[in-house]
């Protein structure tokens, strides 16, 4: 079994550790949600592509997910974003689509190239301090997808994030 520990964002200092998903890591609603419909879609060891799973059966989620697609270029692999869930971009700070991940200190795309050299789904949680919100912790599942059912071309991360803002006096006094 691989863990890796590590630092993303060092003003962040967001710190996970990562492994193959296991099912007892599966205990929030939103990632066993997901991993249920991702593995409905697994065909006789073919991977699930973006086009099996409708958009529609995943509204609800959608703010916790991220679409990333898998750019080759000969040997080296990049990654853009396509989609961004808020919580995503709470969390890590990828407001918009079509950011690449790629550059060797971008753990997040070592965490996207051990989904695609293994084609298994990775499991990660961690904490995030975001200064404007507090402090953060998350679990994370990416999921690799091929449209040919074997040659991952996208990922789908899904993120489950847990706030502990400070408390304001004025919201425990609002009553007044």
Known sequence: MQHRIYATVPDRTTVAEEHV?????????????????W????DEGRLPGATDIDPIEIADLLAHVMLVDVVR?????????????????????RA???????????TSADHLRDV????????????????????????RVS??????????????????????RPARISSIFSWF
């Open 21 to 37: 998903l296991r099912s007892e890591d599966l205990s929030h609603p939103v990632l066993a949600r997901f991993d249920a419909l």
């Open 39 to 42: 593995r409905s879609r697994c």
């Open 73 to 93: 270029d000969g040997a080296s692999v990049r990654f853009a974003t396509r989609l961004v869930g808020q919580h995503h971009a709470d969390l890590f700070g």
């Open 96 to 106: 918009g689509a079509a950011n690449y991940l790629s550059d060797g200190r971008d």
């Open 116 to 139: 695609i050299s293994m084609a298994l789904p990775r499991y990660a949680r961690g904490h995030v301090d975001a200064t404007a919100k507090g402090t953060a912790s998350f679990e």
């Open 143 to 164: 999921y690799p997808l091929a449209s040919d059912g074997q040659e991952v071309d996208r990922l789908i991360s899904v993120v489950a994030p847990r706030y502990s």
